[in-house]
């Protein structure tokens, strides 16, 4: 008993020493880091295998084995994305873990490092996981989402129950001799996808007079951004002030007239002129999930100016601009794990409780969202409540041990 306590008491002198707790930080960081790379990887690499094995039974002639393999590549920054956090929770619990089996915790606390310290540690390497999942979500994300969809497109086959691209209603107008403008009814645009460079892909525009009867329907394989003429150069707004130009390519149109009979058309090209920028085009008919974080804050912006708002593209930009603050807040829920009321079991049922509930958080991020979008309720608080609740039951937890 001397000798252990005569042991204690030289190890609380050392701890003191800077020297000796940048070696402890160095030790604990080191292992943290180990713990997170390694659940992370594991969790992904999983994903990946039910990926390949998901896309096996979708293959035949037009869908090979060397297309699902790049499928697969392209969609893997997603499935990594999606589980930093997770891997997170699952790696920091590991590590801790593993240092408490060893009874090496116990000894830092002896020797006076308090638990709040040793969390910190644990929050630094975390910070990789933080910046990494970020520069994802900017850089990585747009493009590889876009190429994934580009080689396995479920929604090629069924536009008629899609809901992407980009939907709006058009009013038009017939200007006579003395300037004046009567209604012509109005235009239901769709537009299947545009790029960058101003290139957009399957435009269909059907056209109901005033009674709202259709009238005609038109049908271009793609098209062009040729230019932009002036409108109103007084307009407050300055996506007022011009009208985009794009020419259509191989343009189908059928005509319909009262006695429900149809004539076709075939017209190498025609125009279609929208009241925004080619930029605008391409961020309205992208999904939420295949835009950067400054894209998706382009599109909010941009939503604003035209008196609109997109709820779905709104939760997705809050879930990726706090999404370090999950990672973070699930780093310390590990940490109570450790140091909670789970401290006295196997480092296997603290595994289980951290998977269950790195599940359970997921779920509920997913549920908030789907409330705000139900709702209209704020999608900034929707996206903090779990963040919050975490945190709070991970501190709540430490604090009961201090």
Same mark, same amino acid.
């Given at each position: 008993?001397?000798?252990?306590?005569?042991?204690?008491?030289?190890?609380?002198?050392?701890?003191?020493?800077?020297?000796?707790?940048?070696?402890?930080?160095?030790?604990?960081?080191?292992?943290?880091?180990?713990?997170?790379?390694?659940?992370?990887?594991?969790?992904?690499?999983?994903?990946?295998?039910?990926?390949?094995?998901?896309?096996?039974?979708?293959?035949?002639?037009?869908?090979?084995?060397?297309?699902?393999?790049?499928?697969?590549?392209?969609?893997?920054?997603?499935?990594?994305?999606?589980?930093?956090?997770?891997?997170?929770?699952?790696?920091?619990?590991?590590?801790?873990?593993?240092?408490?089996?060893?009874?090496?915790?116990?000894?830092?606390?002896?020797?006076?490092?308090?638990?709040?310290?040793?969390?910190?540690?644990?929050?630094?390497?975390?910070?990789?996981?933080?910046?990494?999942?970020?520069?994802?979500?900017?850089?990585?994300?747009?493009?590889?989402?876009?190429?994934?969809?580009?080689?396995?497109?479920?929604?090629?086959?069924?536009?008629?129950?899609?809901?992407?691209?980009?939907?709006?209603?058009?009013?038009?107008?017939?200007?006579?001799?003395?300037?004046?403008?009567?209604?012509?009814?109005?235009?239901?645009?769709?537009?299947?996808?545009?790029?960058?460079?101003?290139?957009?892909?399957?435009?269909?525009?059907?056209?109901?007079?005033?009674?709202?009867?259709?009238?005609?329907?038109?049908?271009?394989?793609?098209?062009?951004?040729?230019?932009?003429?002036?409108?109103?150069?007084?307009?407050?707004?300055?996506?007022?002030?011009?009208?985009?130009?794009?020419?259509?390519?191989?343009?189908?149109?059928?005509?319909?007239?009262?006695?429900?009979?149809?004539?076709?058309?075939?017209?190498?090209?025609?125009?279609?002129?929208?009241?925004?920028?080619?930029?605008?085009?391409?961020?309205?008919?992208?999904?939420?999930?295949?835009?950067?974080?400054?894209?998706?804050?382009?599109?909010?912006?941009?939503?604003?100016?035209?008196?609109?708002?997109?709820?779905?593209?709104?939760?997705?930009?809050?879930?990726?601009?706090?999404?370090?603050?999950?990672?973070?807040?699930?780093?310390?829920?590990?940490?109570?794990?450790?140091?909670? /009321?789970?401290?006295?079991?196997? $480092?296997?049922?603290? #595994?289980?409780? %951290? !998977? @269950?509930? +790195?599940? =359970?958080?997921?779920?509920?991020?997913?549920?908030?969202?789907?409330?705000?979008?139900?709702?209209?309720? /704020?999608?900034?608080?929707?996206? $903090?409540?779990?963040? #919050?609740?975490? %945190? !709070? @039951?991970? +501190?709540? =937890?430490?604090?009961?041990?201090?």
């Amino acid at each position: 008993m001397r000798s252990l306590f005569a042991k204690s008491a030289e190890s609380v002198h050392l701890a003191k020493k800077p020297a000796n707790l940048k070696v402890l930080s160095r030790y604990v960081k080191l292992n943290a880091l180990l713990a997170i790379v390694a659940a992370v990887i594991g969790l992904w690499a999983l994903q990946l295998i039910f990926s390949y094995l998901s896309e096996l039974e979708s293959l035949d002639d037009g869908y090979t084995m060397g297309e699902a393999l790049k499928y697969i590549f392209y969609r893997s920054p997603y499935f990594l994305e999606q589980f930093i956090p997770t891997g997170a929770l699952l790696g920091a619990v590991i590590g801790l873990g593993l240092l408490a089996n060893k009874s090496e915790l116990v000894v830092m606390r002896a020797a006076g490092v308090s638990i709040y310290r040793i969390v910190g540690w644990v929050l630094q390497p975390a910070l990789i996981f933080v910046l990494l999942a970020l520069a994802i979500n900017q850089f990585v994300l747009p493009s590889s989402n876009q190429l994934a969809k580009q080689i396995n497109d479920e929604d090629s086959a069924s536009l008629v129950t899609s809901v992407r691209g980009y939907w709006t209603i058009q009013p038009r107008f017939d200007s006579a001799e003395d300037g004046s403008a009567t209604p012509d009814g109005s235009d239901i645009l769709y537009i299947d996808y545009a790029d960058v460079a101003g290139n957009i892909g399957e435009v269909k525009r059907w056209h109901l007079d005033n009674d709202g009867n259709l009238q005609t329907a038109v049908h271009a394989e793609g098209g062009q951004y040729t230019g932009r003429e002036p409108i109103d150069v007084n307009s407050d707004k300055p996506s007022e002030q011009y009208r985009y130009e794009w020419q259509l390519d191989d343009m189908v149109e059928l005509s319909i007239n009262q006695g429900f009979e149809s004539s076709q058309a075939i017209s190498p090209s025609d125009t279609l002129s929208l009241p925004f920028a080619p930029e605008s085009v391409y961020l309205l008919t992208r999904k939420a999930e295949d835009l950067s974080l400054t894209q998706l804050y382009e599109h909010r912006t941009f939503m604003r100016q035209q008196g609109s708002r997109s709820l779905d593209h709104e939760v997705a930009f809050w879930q990726k601009l706090l999404s370090p603050l999950s990672i973070l807040s699930l780093v310390i829920v590990a940490c109570s794990f450790v140091f909670g /009321s789970l401290r006295t079991h196997s $480092l296997g049922l603290r #595994i289980v409780v %951290a !998977l @269950l509930f +790195g599940l =359970l958080f997921s779920y509920i991020q997913d549920l908030v969202g789907f409330v705000s979008l139900a709702t209209g309720f /704020s999608p900034m608080l929707m996206v $903090l409540l779990p963040i #919050i609740g975490s %945190a !709070l @039951l991970g +501190g709540y =937890l430490i604090k009961r041990q201090m």
